[in-house]
């Protein structure tokens, strides 16, 4: 009896244990939540910034801000409060010196559900996903599409190919 009750004192608290991790593990599969990249919000993003054709409609659909220079070369992250709605994705919105725009969605690797994914659309089309490590919010480098593009595959960053 008292070896019973024993193993029955170990054994359920183990088994709650299990059953936590287990449950945890399969809601967050997909998901991204340890900041690895997530095809689930990879495609959701994508299919969102598809039927973006202007920075208007990717402020329709999305929560939106922006960096502002400052003098001394710091930079100010600004809400657009027009777009703020419960529930929607942030997007980063850049328009540079030649026209060109880019909106970028994405989400944190600390913490944030699909953690380490970052989707881009820009004015000529292109759509394209990035896995990583994102700290906080992205930040785009360069003064082009171009030069962006290319300090995103200097970073840490993988472009992903979505087979659909």
Avoid at 153 to 162: N, P, T
Wanted: hydrophobic residues 35%.
């Amino acid at each position: 009896m008292k070896k019973t009750l024993k193993w029955t004192i170990i054994f359920i608290p183990l088994l709650f244990f299990f059953a936590i991790l287990i449950l945890y593990i399969g809601s967050n599969l997909g998901t991204g939540s340890l900041g690895t990249g997530s095809y689930k919000y990879a495609r959701r993003w994508k299919a969102q910034l598809a039927t973006c054709n202007s920075l208007d409609d990717v402020r329709q659909q999305f929560n939106c801000g922006r960096y502002r220079s400052n003098p001394g070369g710091s930079f100010t992250y600004i809400r657009d409060p027009n777009t703020i709605s419960k529930g929607r994705t942030w997007a980063l919105l850049y328009e540079f010196p030649n026209g060109d725009w880019m909106a970028i969605t994405y989400a944190s690797s600390h913490g944030a559900r699909g953690g380490g994914t970052v989707v881009t659309r820009d004015n000529k089309g292109a759509i394209r996903i990035f896995f990583g490590h994102v700290c906080g919010k992205p930040f785009a480098h360069g003064e082009s599409l171009n030069e962006v593009y290319s300090d995103f595959h200097h970073s840490s960053w993988k472009e992903i190919f979505l087979n659909e």
